[in-house]
């Protein structure tokens, strides 16, 4: 056996440790940096709804609760899965180093975008009316209903164009638009309006202007990054629009119900209670909500790699990436889970002392969307790996399950059959995509390191517990930073694998580089 024979395993081993090395780095850093301006951005964006319904009061807070709801859907159907399909084909385009081929998926997935979306806003327009008085009975919803369809189709552009540039490995545009410009640039100009008296209609300005520098400002940077400095032409090639398309139109299907489905709860409870309620369990599911930007930062991350992985034939990249994802978004939604249970009823008292109803409603979201997150990132694989028709039949069959539940709940138990309704089915569907990717690809999210955080989470919860229920009154905050402690604590006490300390440095570098230290 030669010299250039024996080398050649353990070089390949190199490589391959090498290439694992940076797959973490790039999930952690991406991921973490997503996840430091998804807090701080939806940190913001929760404030703001604090501020909402201490300023507007329950029952109107619950109109506008209402009007988002159905712009949200709107523009997410609108979009046609464009933003999925523009991450793959770029990322596809980009290994192949086919750069005139990506610029034309990115042009054609942002006009089909847009276009639909400016459909949608004629539509919602023109059916503002009789939306609002024939089949809620509310009329005054009207006005609110007219702006959110202005916003349709910048908010489609915006979206389908910074998806776009995460296929070229840079989170750094998601961050500064939607993560801190949104945010900051909605409150600062809704307190402006509302202190010049304007109350709801201060709001609903605010959020159109937001949205108008939104959608240009990420024209800007799809100009400098992309088209800037590119000599050739962009020539129109319907081979890769009808690529696009094929692939997309699943999506849009699936999108139908997996939009319309999640927040058929709130339509439905806005059909069957009052406005006030509806507003009361728009307080919670934001709330239990935060812990779905954890799993949505880490696949941003993890997206690009499963597609790039899935190119090559890599299954073993494929999978540690998926246990990485997995293991990260168990350990840091444990804490906020837990935190959620211990403290539901001071939090939901920040909104007002009308929103402690939704007390239960928060616990029962809060459970479903910790298991969801504890399944991996299923869905993201699904997607990347090109099966698009299951992903759509997986939603389609959730959404009807949905759909069919909380309609037949909400009239018995109003919020909470709501609230049980929306956290079973996503518990349901998130457990069938996780058997779904083992059968199709042999790759699961668990390792048995998923043991220690939660085993830290459990002693600290309980110790938390202890200290809420003693003689010693200790204010809340307190206890949830002793929470996080006690937390942190478990993990080191128990050890911290070379994988997991790989991914905490680089998280840690992450913040230090956020929050400006060298």
Request: with cysteine.
């Amino acid at each position: 056996m030669t010299n250039r024979q024996t080398a050649a395993p353990a070089t390949l081993i190199g490589e391959l440790c090498h290439q694992e090395s940076r797959d973490h780095k790039t999930i952690a850093y991406g991921g973490g940096a997503l996840l430091l301006a998804s807090a701080f951005g939806n940190g913001l964006n929760y404030a703001f709804g604090i501020f909402l319904a201490r300023t507007l009061g329950a029952e109107e807070f619950g109109l506008y609760a209402l009007a988002l709801t159905i712009f949200n859907i709107l523009t997410l159907v609108v979009v046609f899965g464009m933003d999925t399909g523009a991450i793959k084909f770029i990322s596809h385009h980009l290994i192949e180093e086919q750069h005139a081929k990506a610029r034309q998926t990115l042009v054609a997935a942002a006009s089909i975008a847009f276009g639909s979306g400016l459909v949608a806003a004629v539509g919602l327009g023109l059916l503002a009316p009789p939306l609002a008085m024939t089949v809620y009975g509310k009329p005054e919803m009207i006005l609110s209903l007219l702006f959110f369809a202005a916003a349709i189709p910048l908010a489609a552009l915006t979206t389908v164009l910074i998806s776009a540039l995460q296929a070229f490995q840079t989170v750094r545009y998601t961050i500064h638009i939607k993560y801190l410009w949104e945010p900051i640039a909605k409150f600062v100009f809704a307190a402006v309006l509302l202190w010049a008296g304007l109350q709801l209609l201060g709001v609903l300005i605010s959020i159109v202007l937001t949205l108008v520098i939104s959608a240009a400002l990420a024209i800007r940077a799809v100009h400098r990054l992309v088209f800037s400095g590119s000599d050739s032409l962009l020539v129109r090639n319907t081979h890769e629009a009808r690529t696009l398309l094929t692939y997309c139109l699943p999506l849009a299907v699936s999108n139908l119900f997996g939009v319309v489905a999640p927040r058929s709860d709130i339509l439905i409870l806005g059909y069957w209670a009052n406005t006030q309620e509806v507003g009361i369990y728009l307080a919670a599911i934001q709330t239990a909500a935060i812990m779905s930007l954890v799993q949505g930062a880490f696949d941003t991350g993890l997206a690009p790699i499963i597609s790039r992985a899935w190119s090559q034939q890599d299954r073993a990249r494929m999978r540690d990436s998926y246990q990485t994802v997995s293991r990260l978004c168990i350990m840091v939604s444990l804490p906020i889970f837990c935190g959620l249970i211990l403290f539901a009823n001071d939090i939901l008292k920040v909104f007002g002392p009308k929103f402690l109803n939704g007390t239960i409603a928060l616990m029962i979201l809060a459970v479903g969307q910790v298991i969801s997150n504890a399944t991996g990132s299923a869905n993201t694989i699904l997607l990347m790996s090109g099966h698009s028709r299951l992903v759509m039949t997986n939603t389609v069959v959730m959404g009807v399950a949905l759909l069919a539940t909380t309609a037949f709940l909400i009239p018995f138990w109003g919020m909470t059959g709501a609230a049980i309704a929306a956290a079973s089915t996503f518990i349901l569907t998130n457990l069938i995509r996780v058997i779904q990717v083992w059968r199709l690809h042999h790759v699961q999210p668990y390792t048995w390191g998923l043991a220690k955080p939660i085993a830290a989470a459990a002693t600290a919860t309980g110790i938390v517990l202890m200290l809420h229920n003693s003689a010693v009154m200790l204010p809340s905050p307190v206890l949830g930073l002793a929470l996080g402690m006690l937390y942190l604590s478990g993990l080191l006490l128990l050890g911290i694998n070379q994988q997991d300390r790989l991914v905490l440095q680089s998280l840690l570098s992450r913040f230090r580089s956020f929050f400006g230290e060298r």
